[in-house]
């Protein structure tokens, strides 16, 4: 394995500008106009239940500062669906790519954005994960087993009223990609600690805050679904991604437990759960091999509504156990601790046993 050093070099790209709060969609024309990049065409990639959601007041808003607005639908999150979209914009390219919607949407529009050398404007309406600010995007047909490094947007709109119309699964999905940076963080630790491998203290640190966060606000009883609570979790979703972004890598924000989640794709195929569920499984899971209170890493997850047993996401007890086995292999760079305690299947079945998660 290569080592970075204490020396390495990257380049630290963060959003100029970050909006946050109720009903600011109205303000998006005034959001652009006020990035002084002097563009006026816009590409706008969404999806069609929150096109019919938000377009006429996106036109508005944007109509009253001179911006064009083009329209594209997307249905998946696949390199077809990327390569498609360049092809409309082709005839009639933007001077800017706007991701407005989950994080489907978000994440073709940052490869198309990087492909076509085009800022990118983000526009979360679920906070589902942390792509929202980051530079980096999970999209199937990409010939890596996890997520690739495109831009970072060049700013970041959130509104909370629309965030929290979303889907509630939507958002525990993303508390569960929240509560992973526990482990990710861990890992970074122990690959400094094994490997001499470069580690950002101040990175991993506003990453592990992402999660404490959550983690205090979550694990126990008490706590109501209302608009701040959405706008915490939307403001830890940024500043992971933000980590990322001072990291120079997803270190801080993947480790392990994203590793598994990948082989969960691989070993039962698409379909089974969202990518910050199957994080959170992964979690539970990785914070009882580094030592961590696990049971509160659980607690927090259920009390959100994110699944904790791989019954919930329709797995079986060989898709765990396969999933643990294959997932170090997925990404041999990557130093977690599936590498410090290598897992059979005989302990990978105890391992899920242990912490209930099977």
């Known amino acids: 394995m290569t080592s970075l050093g204490s020396n390495s070099t990257h380049l630290m790209e963060f959003p100029r ?5 109720p009903n600011v969609i109205q303000d998006l024309g005034s959001f652009l106009t006020a990035l002084n990049e002097g563009f006026s065409n816009l590409a706008i990639v969404t999806g069609r239940t929150v096109k019919s959601r938000v377009q006429s007041i996106c036109q508005s808003s944007l109509g009253n500062f001179s911006f064009n607005d083009a329209w594209y639908v997307v249905d998946d999150a696949t390199m ?3 390569r498609s979209l360049e092809d409309s914009m082709s005839s009639n390219l933007p001077d800017a790519i706007l991701g407005l919607g989950g994080g489907r949407s978000v994440d ?3 490869m198309a954005a990087f492909d076509l ?12 994960h942390d792509g929202i600010s980051s530079p980096f995007v999970s999209i199937r047909g990409i010939d890596k087993p996890f997520s690739v490094q495109a831009n970072t947007p060049l700013a970041v709109l959130a509104d909370t009223h629309l965030l929290s119309e979303a889907p509630k699964r939507l958002l525990s999905s993303g508390c569960g990609d929240l509560v992973a940076k526990v482990t990710a963080v861990k890992d ?8 001499n491998e ?10 592990f805050l992402s999660a404490k966060i959550i983690i205090d606000k979550f694990s126990g009883e008490n706590h109501e679904d209302t608009q701040n609570e959405i706008r915490t979790i939307i403001e830890a979703l940024i500043s992971a991604g933000v980590a990322s972004c001072i990291a120079g890598s997803s270190r801080p924000c993947s480790g392990a437990e994203h590793l598994f989640s990948h082989a969960i794709e691989y070993v039962a195929g698409h379909g089974y759960g969202l990518h910050g569920e199957r994080v959170g499984l992964g979690t539970i899971m990785m914070a009882k ?16 509504g994110a699944p904790t047993t ?14 643990l086995v294959l997932a170090r292999s997925l990404r041999p760079d990557r130093y977690t601790i599936l590498d410090k305690i290598k897992l059979d299947n005989l302990s990978a079945l105890d391992l899920a046993r242990s912490v209930s998660v099977i």
Not at 17 to 21: A, F, H, R
Not at 117 to 128: E, N, R
Not at 198 to 207: D, H, P, T, V
Not at 290 to 299: E, P, S, Y
């Open 289 to 304: 091999l580094h030592g961590l209170d696990w049971q509160k890493v659980a607690n927090t997850l259920r009390n959100v």
């Open 188 to 195: 970074w630790e122990l690959a400094r600690e094994d490997t």
């Open 17 to 21: 500008k970050i909006l946050i709060g």
């Open 108 to 110: 073709i529009a940052k």
């Open 117 to 128: 050398g085009k800022p990118l404007i983000s526009v979360p309406t679920s906070a589902s």
């Open 80 to 82: 077809f669906s990327v």
């Open 198 to 207: 470069y580690y950002g203290a101040y990175a991993a640190n506003l990453a």
């Open 310 to 323: 791989a019954k919930e996401l329709g797995l079986n007890e060989q898709h765990i156990v396969s999933s």
